[in-house]
């Protein structure tokens, strides 16, 4: 394009934008909420974002359900419905909006919507954004919205009975801590976390709440849903392509569209819009790109790129700011099996990291300094990779943006772990536009790598021997429907969904898996080894037991003598006491870590040694696995380990406590991951040179 017609597009542009105004106004509705439990009139003041649990907290209803042993006299909040309301007003200017909306970013899970007393949206799923029109309910004064969060035990429980069979899940459903009637297993039926109903490292808080943002919009003429800035080349040149969705309430002839990347003006067009729907694909280019690249290979550029769209002196924009790189995953056979690895900007990467997982049980205490204390953190440690585990959430906003700051490459599942799912199609309905939702939140992230769709569920109906104890005690045609579900929802829903949205990432089905709905080998795609631990083989085998991508590996330990003291009282400092073994969900728990520490330690003198020392064992452990894949680059091209963080004080696997501090493990792994180590194998007396 010459000199001359951007000149002439640019005053066309002033000229048309004019005296151009925002058509868009949004207010946050999170102040004078008030809450009670369905069946009382006692009104308490309510915090949005916020839980149930939370609420009874800051209420002074409840005591800290982390303390000792309380967690298991909380367990009737779940199995209650609770209302909130607010009201709010309206000015005569809002009123006259053509569009009037109200958008719940999050809903934990169960929820009925009333606006001035009408039921105006039910919800299942605490995964999915709900935009709703207003229009035809609101007033100018003294709106009142009311929320009704259903039990998701009781609801869970009727859909649990509804079917004629049983659908394997694993036994980090706690109900019987849960007190859930019959010992009945009703996670699966609810997209929900997982993690909330209880793991081997978390406790049984099953949550209700406005877990999320809040949003009142008003606006006329036309309004931008979505700006997808997906990068189709980089070389000397960046071509790039806004896709762009926005809504009209008329057809309009003529609209300008403006994409700026910071403070530079890189393409200007003319564009038609018509009433309803539109999708608009706009390419532009940056000049001379930066590249992006992970933590330790070289600078974090990002570009923030503003798309904005004017019409009948009317705007509307959005920015996201985005780094330039490629990232390929390679699958291809070779001379050992089939190699799993990523390039990053065409460079083989060994990636460096660890799994994550929520960092609260009740999701609305994270705040942004946790955020960037655990992701600050983990760059120290040089990891360039984390793991969003699939029992836990798709995490917010500001921790993918951090990431993208940071360097941090994620590895993303789908929220689906270690159980067989439901496959009717309302539940399978509502799967998908999770997965649409959460792609279209989350794909203008450099930082994400790779869509998984789930963790583990594949190795536990072949290897765990899910699928033969279903065939044995009920039926193959039983399996064979359970089954069917499990490949709708990973080898039909959930890639067709990547491949629409996100097509230039790769999806892979499960974690671990070979390929599609084949388990697990070392030989082929990505490994959970928990031999050590759950084995109770010995370290050592950290050494020989390598395979292509080792995505999950483990060894627990206790926190240090602060932490337990906030949970605790002296006389429960026993690892067998009754409050230590309730602050320990793995079914092997403090048995093994004791058990690891006598065959490495003379045994300590006193508990609060035993908790010092259970640190420098799992140090010791995982910092040799993580070595021995470092040494095995021709073979092994990742090494992340089970987990950086905790979601309550506990012991786990984690190298970092729930209160933010480091244990003797994230010390070790700093070390481990550093650019260039040496790695002592005592097997051979010898020392390896790691770059």
Known sequence: MTFFRLFILAVATLLLIGCKTTTIKETQLHTNWVFKKKDSNNWKKANIPGTVHTDLIANNNIKNPFYRLNEHDLQWIDKSDWEYKTTFNLTKEDLAKQHIEIEFKGLDTYAKIYLNDQLIQETDNMFRTYTLD????????????????????????????????KIPVSNNDLAEIGKVPEQKLVSIFSRKAGYHFGWDWGPRLVTSGIWRSVTLRSWDNFKINDVFLRQKKIDSTARLTAQIELTAVKAFEKSMIEIN???????????????????????????NPELWWPNGMGNQKLYTVNVKVTANKHTDSKSHRIGLRTIELITEKDSIGSNFYFKINGKATFMKGANYIPQDVFLTRVESKNYKHILTSAKEANMNMLRVWGGGIYENDEFYKLCDEMGLLIWQDFMFACAMFPGDKAFLDNVKQEAIDNVKRLRNHTSIALWCGNNEILSAWENWGWKKDVEKKQSKAVADTIWKAYTDIFHKILPEVVNEYDSDRRYWASSP????????????????????????EPFENYNVKIPRFMSEFGFQSFPELTTVNKYTI???HDIFSDVMKSHQRSTIGNGTIEEYMLRHYRKPKDFSSFLYVSQLLQAYGITTGIEAHRKNRKRCMGSLYWQINDCWPVASWSSIDYYGKWKALHYGVKKSFKKTILSFDKRFNSCSYIN
Not at 144 to 161: A, F, Q
Not at 513 to 535: C, I, M, N, Q, R
């Open 513 to 536: 898996s070979t390929e599609l709905g084949v388990p697990e080998s070392f030989d082929k795609g990505d490994a959970h080894y928990w031999g050590v631990w759950w084995g109770k």
């Open 261 to 287: 990347v910071g403070d530079i003006i890189v393409k200007t067009t003319e564009q038609s819009l018509k009433s309803g729907k539109n999708t608009l694909s706009i390419p532009f280019e940056i000049k």
């Open 134 to 165: 207003l229009k035809p309910f609101v007033k100018e004064k003294e709106n009142t919205l009311k929320v009704v969060l259903e039990s998701p035990i009781n609801r869970g429980i009727k859909k649990h009975d509804a079917i004629d069979y």
């Open 570 to 572: 002296p006389e429960d």
